[in-house]
């Protein structure tokens, strides 16, 4: 069964007019979780905070309106693709952009938290030095990706009562600036055997690994380009 | 408003990439989702004669590094029980079966392992697998980080520093010239450095051997060995390799040291070849990091296209680089005309401020003096000095306001030397000076009257030599 937030339901939605509904709630579900690599790209266009804030939330409902993901070439239908795409003529479309700034940024569809804002602008200043804005997109587009896998590892770790071994065991995904601790240090300090702290790291690392794979699955049209993607963000990554 | 997060908190201790805001490695999450995953971790002990590769706690192979040539591995020796870095090469499948590469592999570690030099990390034994897939060889461990790691995490070092890890390369180069041998593939990753800037140069010797194993190889076919960066041209064209390779490559670390930068990069090995024939050094890099001059000149004679015009050994080098060193622990940039002028006034300020140091009108005439050229000197290239300078003009005050039992005359003779006389009392000033505008006066008086003391007789020392 598709989950109902996958981008190719989208896809398919976008095609078969029984299911409009479906396809908003999916898309809506997508931009939500991408929400603040579109505004960094905005912003670096030279818009204000204010601005970038409406025209990021202008774009979505123009997106929908519209219904400009039914157009999309299902062969070359990634969605980062598109939403990069489609916002460059959304605001090389100007105007559309000052219809859309003068009613006020329209309708604030996104249910957005001030918090999920001042993140996205953080965001969008740790970046605001690279000189090349569709590379600045796709590093922020990694940084949501893993966020969202994270958060839902996080989310699942504290479901059973383990959030302490979530924290604990954390670096063996993420890294640091510190070297991951010992076996002996760790055994010591969750009181458990090494070889149930083997199983735990293993375990973990399988969870966030289907977690992250899941997240990029949603933003793609097929299995074959998760990898292919994630190639690509990593490659992104490494040319910095 | 967003609260912006800090652009950078450091590289991940794991893979190196720099950590994101959250101090998170964004590379290391995005790998682990391609990653198989490995049903038992126990299964598969990885072993390489006496060696057996160690396993990080998720039950990783624990790699230190890998490279064009091969992976790094921590490993522990089975049989003298100790911790050594494993470098794993996967033969080429032509060469497998050659009993001259074997033997030609063989006679060029023996000659590596033979290398014993405080700068070299020891290589402890080598050999292949009986399979001859795989060659490999055992170092010494070294606690620390590439030179590669350390530019990136903290960026380019001071001219200072980066000769001095220089040196100790071309110290290496020395020794290895004894042996007959030389790396081919110098570069910055191969750089290891301890805590105190101790360097060790690792793979020596072994690139060629690992070169040779593979046969024939040059640029033009793709096999290039080693990293095209760092490369001499004549690696590129097939041309004579020799001792004068490794000068250039350690000319490309040194720049990378101070610049943070390849003086040459480019994405493919045609690029980079093209690059170092046609293009000139990219000496505005050199100019922007405010590298000074004798080094800038050392530089563009190491990195010469012809290796007839760089340096004819590596001891010439090293020569050539403690010079320059010696120029800057002296004074960072100060021509021998400049120098010759400074070393006059200052034997002119001594004898002057003696002479007036119990006379409080001509005290007074020189302090003015001092001020006025005190408050001319630029702000911005001082900032850490700056307040050093504060200090030494508060102590003019205090002299003005009859507050004499907080100056020693011989405070004040040194004082007034540096501030009067030396073109910029600053130069004289170590790089580590502590802001001094915190502490109780006292406390100044005797840090300032020390400093000045020791750095003026340092000043001196130089000067008399010089002569």
């Known amino acids: ?240 | 408003m967003g609260k912006p997060l800090a652009s950078a908190v450091g590289a991940c201790s794991i893979c190196g990439k720099p950590l994101n805001a959250k101090g998170d490695c964004l590379a290391c999450l995005l790998r682990t989702g391609l990653e198989e995953i490995v049903a038992d971790a126990k299964a598969a002990i990885l072993a390489f004669g006496d060696f057996e590769v160690e396993r990080r706690a998720d039950g990783s192979y624990w790699e230190l590094g890998h490279g064009a040539i091969g992976v790094t591995y921590l490993a522990a020796d089975k049989v003298l029980r100790r911790r050594v870095a494993l470098k794993v090469i996967e033969v080429p499948p032509a060469a497998r079966g050659s009993q001259a590469v074997r033997d030609r592999f063989l006679r060029e570690a023996r000659a590596a392992a033979a290398l014993r030099h405080p700068n070299v990390a020891a290589v402890f034994q080598f050999g292949t697998l009986p399979d001859a897939t795989h060659c490999y060889y055992a170092m010494e461990l070294i606690e620390g980080e590439t030179l590669a790691a350390r530019v990136r995490r903290d960026g380019p070092l001071n001219a200072k520093d980066a000769l001095k890890i220089a040196i100790q390369i071309a110290r290496a180069l020395v020794a290895a010239a004894a042996h007959g041998l030389i790396h081919r593939d110098l570069k910055p990753s191969n750089i290891m450095l301890t805590s105190d800037l101790e360097v060790k140069v690792i793979d020596f010797g072994l690139a060629k051997a690992i070169t040779d194993a593979g046969g024939d190889m040059d640029l033009t076919h793709g096999e290039f060995v080693g990293t095209p960066t760092f490369a001499s041209p004549e690696q590129f064209g097939g041309g004579l390799v020799d001792a004068r390779s490794d000068i250039y490559a350690l000319g490309g670390t040194l720049w990378f040291a101070v610049t943070g930068l390849a003086p040459h990069p480019g994405k493919t090995l045609e690029e980079i070849r093209d690059r170092k024939a046609h293009d000139g050094l990219p000496v505005a890099q050199l100019i922007a990091r405010k590298v000074p001059e004798p080094l800038v000149k050392l530089l563009r004679s190491t990195l010469a296209i012809d290796p007839g015009k760089r340096p004819a050994s590596a001891r010439e080098l090293m020569e050539a680089l403690g010079t320059c060193r010696r120029n800057l622990t002296r004074r960072v940039g100060v021509g021998s005309e400049e120098a010759a002028l400074r070393s006059e006034a200052f034997s002119r300020a001594l004898t002057d401020a003696k002479a007036c140091a119990g006379d409080p009108e001509s005290l007074q005439a020189l302090f003015d003096s001092a001020a006025k050229k005190a408050a001319a000197i630029s702000k911005k290239p001082f900032k850490q000095n700056w307040a050093y300078l504060q200090t030494m003009l508060r102590l003019i005050r205090a002299y003005h306001r009859g507050e004499y039992d907080q100056i020693s005359d011989d405070a004040l003779v040194w004082i007034i030397a540096a501030l009067n006389y030396l073109v910029d009392p600053f130069d004289l000033i170590p790089d580590n000076t502590p802001f001094l505008g915190l502490v109780d006066d006292a406390h100044v008086v005797e840090l300032v009257t020390d400093k000045t003391r020791r750095t003026l007789d340092a000043f001196m020392t130089w000067e008399t030599a010089a002569r």
């Not at chain 1, 398919?12 to 898309?27: F, K, Y």
């Not at chain 1, 559309?96 to 009613?103: G, V």
């Not at chain 1, 590379?135 to 770790?157: I, K, P």
């Open chain 1, 1 to 240: 069964m598709f989950p109902s937030t996958h981008w190719s339901v989208v896809l398919a939605a976008g095609r078969s007019q029984p299911e409009p509904e479906m396809a908003g709630a999916a898309l809506a579900e997508l931009c939500r979780v991408y929400w603040a690599p579109l505004y960094g790209f905005v912003r670096s266009r030279g818009h204000t905070m204010h601005d970038a804030q409406d025209l990021t939330q202008s774009f979505f409902a123009h997106v929908l309106e519209h219904k400009v993901y039914a157009r999309v070439d299902r062969r070359k239908g990634k969605f980062r693709s598109f939403l990069l795409a489609s916002l460059k003529n959304f605001l090389g479309d100007t105007a559309d952009k000052e219809r859309t700034l003068k009613r006020g940024g329209a309708q604030i569809f996104l249910p957005l938290h001030e918090e999920q804002v001042q993140e996205a602008e953080s965001l969008f200043q740790t970046h605001s030095g690279m000189r090349n804005e569709d590379r600045l997109f796709d590093r922020s587009w990694a940084e949501a990706l893993v966020a969202a896998a994270l958060e839902r590892l996080s989310a699942d770790y504290k479901r059973d009562a383990k959030e302490q071994l979530f924290r604990e065991l954390r670096i063996f995904i993420a890294g640091g600036a510190e070297p991951p601790p010992t076996y002996a240090e760790l055994t010591d300090r969750l009181g458990i055997t090494e070889s149930t702290l083997r199983s735990h790291v293993t375990r973990l690392r399988a969870r966030y690994r289907e977690a992250l794979r899941t997240e990029v699955r949603r933003t793609v049209d097929n299995e074959k380009q998760v990898d292919r993607e994630l190639r690509e963000l990593l490659h992104v990554l490494t040319e910095m």
